[in-house]
């Protein structure tokens, strides 16, 4: 296609635009990471931007040596991998049901799940009820209340309609039941979409932030999230670091930077594997709206 | 009465037929059953209850009685709140920072996506989008700090400003700034990851109408507004009615992380003071009827614009 000359500039100023912007999206955490690797007195003073100053791995080591920041770490690694294992499988079990022509509650029941996106509970009566089951102050209280998310199941329920039900009646034939139908077969067969959901509960599982604060008062349960806020928000629990310490390699500054950075590299890692899957995902569950 | 009578034992009769073929549907697909079961006590569970539990916001209700003890006070909860100076600004605050997102952040990823739309050389559009999906899946707690370090006195900004011989704010603790924190934090990692759904709906536009408008002489800029554009607009309008349906909903892990008792004045929205009034304090009716107040208004706003939309066949039902 020829551009005339309005169209070739428009062009340029377009790709520095987006140049420029797409930068600022990465540009704040490679700075973070520079001041983490800097002395304290250079971050203090406004000298780092994108490369170290006074190079030093202080503050680093003070942060690996952590055993409350590593504690967290684990809780969060736990309600990750066991939250997301459990949130595949009910949503799956829950999917497949609704994707069956024979099944003759399908509607009712699917009307009833969809219907809890567009009417919420109210906070309180969420945490009460949270409360009362018994899950106050239990690592389960970051998984089981948000076990199944509705847009998820309702992208699987989608994927195992378009499977063709050919495939139904040879299992038949074989003398499967529905248990290995579902298992055997058509989880063979939805692959990508399981991966698709899988990284959707897996991110939301490692950004678990609101359900530990509603739900855990024993810091010791505390998942990467929320002991990061107290980090942020407690100076306390930084300065008073320091002092024992006697060590003024480091300080709030860069310790703050480490620890956005040590909790953002695990996402950074998974991403070029996590965007295979999520565009797909983002496009399948938005056409269900 | 005759025919009432055989109005009601058909409908008996039907009742009966249908429970039969449930019972015979249950008995031949058990498995199927089983299998929903966990699922449905999860719904009944951590969504229904709940949501019947709200009828604490007519209660005065007190822990130890459970909601059949507790006395019923009617609408005085709600007609408390209106006398009561605290949720006006909460009320303003969370109105105008949802006001301000509607403006400012919901357009964005629609140019954004018409933007990255006319990039012709793949790798660089392919290099630029992954950038802009990443900070999507940072969490708020992330991003606060993010935010909080950048603005900080020591801060990047801060040093940016000193370099043109500015003096440094302290950003994250003056009222006239925190707004606009919010908004510009809000589209920093949102809006890449809401041009998906839009690249989605224009790759679908058929090239053909590309193609008679290159013959009838239209420039890339007019076919943007005459054929992507219009094309787009039932898109948009979905979307937009999502999100007016959820108007005074912010995101309680956003304003969470960014706030700080300087900026409550400005920033204390409905879901930040639920959360103080009532998990740490025990106001249980009082938040409640806060949180139903918030959704009835949704709920209106969503009826309102869906009729509006309707007009112009458009609507979500």
């Known amino acids: 296609m020829k551009l005339s000359i309005g169209e070739k500039v428009f062009q340029a100023f377009?790709?520095?635009?987006?140049?420029?912007?797409?930068?600022?999206?990465?540009?704040?955490l490679l700075h973070?990471?520079?001041?983490?690797?800097?002395?304290?007195?250079?971050a203090d003073t406004k000298e780092v931007?994108?490369?170290?100053?006074?190079?030093?791995?202080?503050?680093?080591?003070?942060?690996?040596?952590?055993?409350?920041?590593?504690?967290?770490?684990?809780?969060?690694?736990?309600?990750?991998?066991?939250?997301?294992?459990?949130?595949?499988?009910?949503?799956?079990?829950?999917?497949?049901?609704?994707?069956?022509?024979?099944?003759?509650?399908?509607?009712?029941?699917?009307?009833?799940?969809?219907?809890?996106?567009?009417?919420?509970?109210?906070?309180?009566?969420?945490?009460?009820?949270?409360?009362?089951?018994?899950?106050?102050?239990s690592i389960w209280s970051l998984i089981i209340p948000g076990l199944i998310s509705t847009f998820n199941m309702v992208i699987v329920r989608t994927f195992f309609m378009n499977i063709p039900k050919d495939l139904d009646d040879a299992a038949r034939i074989d003398g499967c039941n529905e248990f290995r139908l579902l298992f055997q077969i058509y989880l063979q067969l939805s692959k990508p979409v399981l991966a698709t959901i899988g990284l959707f509960y897996a991110v939301g599982y490692w950004n678990t932030?609101?359900?530990?604060?509603?739900?855990?008062?024993?810091?010791?349960l505390w998942p990467l999230q929320m002991r990061l806020r107290a980090f942020f928000t407690s100076e306390e629990e930084m300065a008073a670091v320091d002092l024992i310490m006697g060590d003024f390699d480091f300080n709030t500054t860069t310790l703050k930077a480490a620890t956005i950075i040590f909790a953002t590299i695990p996402i950074v890692i998974v991403y070029p594997y996590l965007q295979k899957y999520f565009v797909k995902g983002a496009v399948l569950g938005s056409l269900k709206e | 009465m005759e025919e009432q009578a055989k109005v009601l034992a058909q409908n008996k009769s039907r009742k009966q037929l249908l429970s039969?073929?449930?019972?015979?549907?249950?008995?031949?697909?058990?498995?199927?059953?089983?299998?929903?079961?966990?699922?449905?006590?999860?719904?009944?569970?951590?969504?229904?209850?709940?949501?019947?539990?709200?009828?604490?916001?007519?209660?005065?209700?007190?822990?130890?009685?459970?909601?059949?003890?507790?006395?019923?006070?009617?609408?005085?909860?709600?007609?408390?709140?209106?006398?009561?100076?605290?949720?006006?600004?909460?009320?303003?605050?969370?109105?105008l920072i949802a006001l301000y997102q509607l403006i400012f952040q919901f357009p964005a990823p629609i140019i954004l996506a018409l933007l990255f739309n006319e990039v012709r050389i793949l790798i660089l559009k392919k290099t630029v989008q992954s950038l802009f999906y990443l900070p999507h899946f940072l969490s708020w707690v992330v991003v606060g700090g993010i935010v909080f370090e950048l603005l900080a006195n020591q801060g990047i900004v801060n040093a940016i400003r000193e370099m043109f011989g500015y003096a440094p704010i302290l950003f994250m603790q003056e009222e006239a700034y925190f707004r606009t924190i919010v908004v510009i934090s809000g589209i920093w990692k949102e809006v890449g990851w809401g041009t998906i759904i839009y690249l989605a709906a224009i790759t679908a536009i058929n090239p053909s109408l590309y193609e008679a408008a290159v013959i009838d002489g239209a420039n890339r800029f007019k076919q943007t507004i005459y054929i992507t554009l219009p094309l787009l607009l039932p898109t948009i309008t979905v979307l937009f009615l999502l999100n007016i349906g959820n108007f005074l909903e912010l995101?309680?892990?956003?304003?969470?992380?960014?706030?700080?008792?300087?900026?409550?004045?400005?920033?204390?929205?409905?879901?930040?003071y639920v959360y103080r009034a009532g998990v740490l304090q025990g106001q249980y009716s009082l938040t409640t009827a806060i949180g139903l107040f918030q959704s009835v208004i949704g709920f209106a706003l969503l009826w309102i614009f869906n009729r509006l939309a309707r007009k112009s066949e458009q609507g979500l039902w």
Do not use: C
């Open chain 1, 49 to 137: 931007f994108l490369i170290p100053v006074d190079f030093t791995l202080a503050t680093w080591k003070h942060i690996l040596q952590n055993e409350v920041l590593w504690r967290a770490f684990g809780v969060t690694v736990f309600i990750t991998v066991v939250g997301t294992f459990l949130s595949m499988l009910f949503t799956v079990l829950t999917a497949f049901p609704l994707s069956r022509k024979e099944f003759m509650l399908r509607k009712p029941i699917m009307l009833i799940m969809v219907l809890t996106m567009i009417f919420n509970a109210p906070m309180i009566p969420f945490f009460l009820t949270v409360r009362e089951v018994g899950l106050m102050d």
């Open chain 1, 32 to 42: 973070l990471l520079a001041v983490s690797f800097s002395s304290p007195i250079a």
């Open chain 1, 209 to 220: 932030f609101k359900t530990a604060v509603l739900f855990l008062r024993n810091p010791d």
């Open chain 2, 251 to 272: 995101g309680f892990d956003q304003i969470f992380n960014l706030l700080t008792p300087m900026t409550y004045s400005v920033g204390d929205i409905i879901e930040t």
């Open chain 1, 14 to 28: 377009n790709y520095i635009l987006l140049i420029v912007l797409a930068s600022t999206m990465i540009a704040p």
């Open chain 2, 20 to 95: 039969n073929r449930l019972v015979k549907n249950i008995r031949k697909h058990w498995v199927l059953y089983l299998m929903i079961l966990p699922g449905i006590i999860y719904y009944i569970v951590f969504k229904y209850i709940p949501l019947l539990g709200s009828v604490i916001a007519f209660q005065d209700y007190q822990i130890f009685n459970g909601i059949a003890g507790s006395p019923w006070v009617g609408l005085d909860n709600f007609i408390h709140l209106l006398n009561y100076e605290d949720f006006h600004e909460v009320l303003r605050n969370t109105a």
